[in-house]
T-cell receptor, first 110, second 114 residues
Framework: GEDVEQSLFLSVREGDSSVINCTYTDSSSTYLYWYKQEPGAGLQLLTYIFSNMDMKQDQRLTVLLNKKDKHLSLRIADTQTGDSAIYFCAERVNDYKLSFGAGTTVTVRA | SQTIHQWPATLVQPVGSPLSLECTVEGTSNPNLYWYRQAAGRGLQLLFYSVGIGQISSEVPQNLSASRPQDRQFILSSKKLLLSDSGFYLC?????????????FGDGTRLSIL
């Protein structure tokens, strides 16, 4: 089956690290994605990881994948006010379909 | 570089009226194209995808239809809108030559049905 779950809200202080968690159910998923959505806008691809990798780092972003537990996380280092947005986790279900979580709203406070 | 355009950005329509949302992609050829709907506070639901001109696959039965009259043009339509069609509609594209290719989204259309 395909079911992606995320916590709905995260509040973080500016300069701290943010960690957004996601669990998925389809063990055959090949790729997992993180997207960012700012108010009123479309989704911006942040990063993605292939299922045979444990970790991927890209500047302030670190993705960790625990395939055994079907757990994916996104860590944002030195969180800034511009990081306030909704973050979506998605798993690739087949060649064309992504299954998305409901999104985590990240609020960065001064 | 590739770009994706959606219009209109916002639309207010009465129940029972027709709908046409358009999406075009530039800078690539033969992309895979997608229409998603995002309900308030929810994730994205895939409505249609297309792997080529005239080829449309529907993921969920509904009041909507899609067409791809040209390689980089994807249209979402309805003959008679329902209240439940309200939402945020997103078009996306991906390269067709590898399953590892991520999907890239447009800025969306906010559709309100009165």
């Amino acid at each position: 089956g395909e079911d992606v779950e995320q916590s709905l809200f995260l509040s973080v202080r500016e300069g701290d690290s943010s960690v957004i968690n996601c669990t998925y159910t389809d063990s055959s998923s090949t790729y997992l994605y993180w997207y960012k959505q700012e108010p009123g806008a479309g989704l911006q691809l942040l990063t993605y990881i292939f299922s045979n990798m444990d970790m991927k780092q890209d500047q302030r972003l670190t993705v960790l994948l625990n395939k055994k537990d079907k757990h994916l996380s996104l860590r944002i280092a030195d969180t800034q006010t511009g990081d306030s947005a909704i973050y979506f986790c998605a798993e690739r279900v087949n060649d064309y379909k992504l299954s998305f979580g409901a999104g985590t709203t990240v609020t960065v406070r001064a | 570089s590739q770009t994706i355009h959606q219009w209109p950005a916002t639309l207010v329509q009465p129940v029972g009226s027709p709908l046409s949302l358009e999406c075009t992609v530039e800078g690539t050829s033969n992309p895979n194209l997608y229409w998603y709907r995002q309900a308030a506070g929810r994730g994205l639901q895939l409505l249609f995808y297309s792997v080529g001109i005239g080829q449309i696959s529907s993921e969920v039965p509904q009041n909507l239809s899609a067409s791809r009259p040209q390689d980089r043009q994807f249209i979402l339509s309805s003959k008679k809108l329902l209240l439940s069609d309200s939402g945020f509609y997103l078009c996306a594209w991906s390269e067709s030559w590898g399953v590892d290719q991520p999907q890239h989204f447009g800025d969306g259309t906010r559709l309100s049905i009165l």
